[in-house]
């Protein structure tokens, strides 16, 4: 398995300019997370879906982030209008759900954005 | 107070010794818990996991979980450069769904020739 996949792995914008970050989880993996990561702040989970439904997006700033899984094997983030603090890596992160409950995250390689 | 709290570093320690990296979590209820490395300009990548009381054995990684006390630890035997990364202890809080967990900050490790 290729892994989880993510385009583009830079991305450098200007302030006001929308920004469309990808995300291609393992096959058969039923949960999609998206995480930021910055000095700051460290690793932030943004959102998750199950099944391709978001469950919990309370951790996505403010309504300039959006995102979205349209079938379980794509999944975007979108950020418009961006601004210079969202500069950060993105990481996205697929599982699948064990018998327990409980199971491991598998990262992607994330995507570096630079907002100027 | 943060939900998982992980002393920043670095930490460092010579090649051949223990490291010993230590997390404390406020959530009373939680279940599970975890260690990811990261290497500088990589992804996280799991390399332990607890969830019962005491300690777990894998390798030269072993982690420990006192529930009472609210802390996991990760202890590296024989450690060498390539174990040189950050550290992340992650938590599965008790009011959120099983797959959702909680990152600490990450401490720097450090392991001199």
């Known amino acids: 398995d290729a892994g989880v996949i993510q385009s583009p792995r830079h991305e450098v914008t200007e302030m006001g300019q929308e920004v469309t970050l990808r995300c291609k989880p393992i096959?058969?993996?039923?949960?999609l997370f998206w995480y930021r990561q910055t000095m700051m702040r460290g690793l932030e989970l943004l959102i998750y879906?199950?099944?391709?439904?978001?469950?919990?997006d309370s951790g996505m700033p403010e309504d300039r982030f959006s995102a979205k899984m349209p079938n379980a094997s794509f999944s975007t983030l979108k950020i418009q209008p961006s601004e210079p603090r969202d500069s950060a890596v993105y990481f996205c992160?697929?599982?699948?759900?064990?018998?327990?409950?409980?199971?491991?995250?598998?990262f992607g390689p994330g995507t570096r954005l630079t907002v100027l | 107070q943060k939900e998982v709290e992980q002393n920043s570093g670095p930490l460092s320690v010579p090649e051949g010794a223990i490291a010993s990296l230590n997390c404390t979590y406020s959530?009373?209820?939680?279940?599970?818990f975890f260690w990811y490395r990261q290497y500088s300009g990589k992804s996280p990548e799991l390399i332990m996991f607890?969830?019962?009381?005491g300690d777990k054995e894998d390798g030269r990684f072993t982690a420990q979980l006192n529930k009472a006390s609210q802390y996991v630890s990760l202890l590296i035997r024989d450690s060498q450069p390539s174990d040189s990364a950050t550290y992340l202890c992650?938590?599965?809080?008790?009011?959120?769904?099983?797959?959702?967990?909680?990152f600490g900050s990450g401490t720097r490790l450090s392991i001199r020739p």
């Open positions: 992160a697929s599982s699948l759900a064990g018998t327990s409950g409980m199971n491991e995250q598998f």
């Open positions: 096959s058969g993996h039923d949960y």
């Open positions: 879906f199950n099944n391709n439904v978001p469950i919990d």
């Open positions: 959530d009373r209820g939680s279940q599970s």
């Open positions: 607890i969830y019962s009381n």
């Open positions: 992650a938590v599965n809080l008790r009011d959120s769904s099983a797959s959702k967990i909680i």
